[in-house]
């Protein structure tokens, strides 16, 4: 038997992420969906946000940038909206962004609590996309009650570099090392308890699925490549 293709993939992305009852309500109606960056660059997330699309109103957060472009890549795709939030820039975030990354895309929480859910109707699941959006996705399906769905692109934690050039002095040298360090630790961490927290996580490999189970201790987990 064949492996399935890309729209059957992606059907079960969404079945998946569609089938996770909100507590009390009849299924889900509403996602949010949250990135740390222009969804523009995220061919994966816009796939994942249309084929939602056909079970829910979909509400995707991003941080757009000039370099990708504009445009909006759901024109003419009922229920999805796009909503741009733009990214502090305040000393506060630029030295969160280089220790406690988690904590960089703290800010997306804000925007989806006080627009998202402007109509007064909460969100039934909140879609997170990579390890920046695992803290405001958490918090707000606290708030509002929602299950929430982490979608793995990359390993965050084993990725983290902050490259220090060769010609710089050495306490610089020594100051980027101990950011580095920082980011790693807090980063698994957080990543360690969203996973355990979260009610559904997805990943892109079996072996980034594996590892995963190995380092967090994840049972079940899905598979869903590209």
Known sequence: RPPPGPRRRLARRASAC????????????RVCVLLAWSIARDSRAQRTARTMARHAQVDVFHVPDDAAGGGDPFEGVANVALHAVARPERLL???LRHTLYP?????????????GAGSGAAYDVVYAHDLPTAWPAARVARRQGARLVYDVHDLAVETIDQGCP????????????FARRVMRRSSAAWERRFVRR?????????????????????RGGLVLPN
């Open 18 to 29: 569609c089938s996770l009852p909100r507590t009390g309500a009849g299924g889900v109606k």
């Open 93 to 95: 975030d630029r030295a």
């Open 198 to 218: 979260a009610d559904l996580v997805v990943t892109t490999t079996e072996s980034y699925l594996a590892y995963l189970r190995e380092r967090y201790g994840l």
């Open 103 to 115: 904590l960089d895309a703290r800010f997306l929480a804000d925007a989806v609590l006080s627009r």
């Open 166 to 177: 060769e010609s710089v002095s050495p306490w610089r040298r020594l100051k980027h090392g």
